[in-house]
């Protein structure tokens, strides 16, 4: 509950979609969003601004200044404008993360084609890369995608990178 809380308030999730993914009220689910932003007001002044930047510009921007354009943000359908409002808080934090992973495996990428590592790159899947490796190379590709990864982008909090190793995707995990 916690996490669909979290992070469905900070992507712009509202009583009624939060009520459904809890399975609550929507009069319970309104009490967790009002207890939420009294103890996490920064994050209403956060979603605040944001919305208020794309209702004036039009468009919001990842940290590296990718550009998602909200041309519904001010229609005056009101389920249209939620919508952009709803794109407006989530798109610069989830747009930020798939700049950084992009970051990341376009250095990565380089790394293993100058490396005499047996592994590639085999998919992205949202924050996780998958990674064939050969047994006798698995410590050295650990310290480099951690590497890579935790140096893909220079934030004001430390990037975290979890690795795990698995015989299949599934293992892994």
Do not use: C
Not at 16 to 29: D, M, P, T
Not at 76 to 103: F, Y
Not at 116 to 133: G, I, P
Request: charged residues 20%.
């Amino acid at each position: 509950s916690a996490k669909a809380i979290n992070f469905g308030l900070l992507y712009g999730m509202s009583a009624f979609g939060l009520a459904k993914q809890l399975s609550i009220s929507r009069e319970a689910a309104q009490d967790y969003i009002n207890l939420y932003f009294a103890r996490y007001p920064k994050v209403k002044v956060y979603i605040e601004e944001i919305q208020k930047f794309a209702r004036e510009k039009g468009y919001v921007e990842t940290l590296f200044g990718r550009r998602l354009y909200l041309p519904e943000i001010m229609s005056p359908n009101l389920q249209r404008r939620k919508g952009a409002e709803r794109a407006a808080i989530n798109a610069p934090m989830q747009g930020t993360a798939a700049d950084i992973i992009k970051l990341a495996m376009i250095s990565l990428d380089a790394y293993l084609s100058s490396s005499k590592l047996d592994a590639h790159m085999v998919m992205q899947v949202h924050d996780e890369l998958v990674f064939e490796v050969a047994m006798t190379d698995v410590e050295a590709l650990t310290q480099a995608v951690s590497y890579h990864m935790t140096h893909a982008a220079e934030l004001h909090v430390p990037i975290l990178v979890d690795i795990h190793v698995g015989d299949n995707w599934n293992e892994a995990h």
